[in-house]
């Protein structure tokens, strides 16, 4: 049996694009020097679902750093004043929640990221929250091209005057 070329392509193609959905989220968190109180904690990250996420208790959360389940993607421990980089295996399905287990949280301690899960996130954290989150701008070949502005009207032509 044999594979013409075109079959060949048009395979290769189907292989590349299967992978091109978001099978990653590339996390980039940055830790001043007094966050935590300048003490090391841990960030846990883990598929989620939305309804649940809004309802979880810090101290449900933070038991899964001890004994994880299947929900959980990744822990790591965050050391004040760096710039830390993840890669996260995105789940098949679902959201992902990024907590941020501080010794006494004032604030918003974890987020959400829905799908589509963006392929990278940068998150800045303070003393004892996220101060914040962002989703780095696409690449232009990555951006949905804009609608084109409608025209705008045309002013009215001007009288003339006489003896011009």
């Known amino acids: 049996m044999s594979i013409r070329l075109s079959q060949l392509t048009t395979l290769a193609a189907l292989v590349l694009l299967s992978g091109c959905a978001s099978s990653q989220v590339s996390l980039s968190i940055k830790s001043p020097p007094g966050t935590n109180l300048g003490r090391p904690m841990y960030m846990l990250v883990r598929q989620v679902d939305p309804k649940q996420y809004a309802n979880e208790a810090y101290s449900e959360v933070a038991t899964?750093?001890?004994?994880?389940?299947?929900?959980?993607?990744?822990?790591?421990?965050?050391?004040?004043?760096?710039?830390?980089?993840?890669?996260?295996?995105?789940?098949?399905?679902?959201?992902?929640?990024?907590?941020?287990?501080?010794?006494?949280p004032d604030g918003n301690w974890q987020l959400l990221l829905t799908p589509p899960l963006p392929p990278a996130v940068d998150v800045e954290l303070t003393v004892s929250r996220i101060l914040s989150d962002s989703i780095p701008a696409a690449l232009p070949s990555e951006m949905p091209e804009a609608p084109e502005a409608p025209e705008a009207p045309k002013a009215p032509e001007m009288p003339k005057l006489p003896g011009a």
């Open 64 to 104: 899964k750093v001890g004994a994880p389940d299947n929900t959980v993607l990744q822990t790591a421990v965050i050391y004040p004043g760096t710039i830390q980089r993840f890669v996260v295996k995105a789940p098949n399905e679902g959201a992902v929640a990024v907590s941020f287990l501080f010794t006494a």
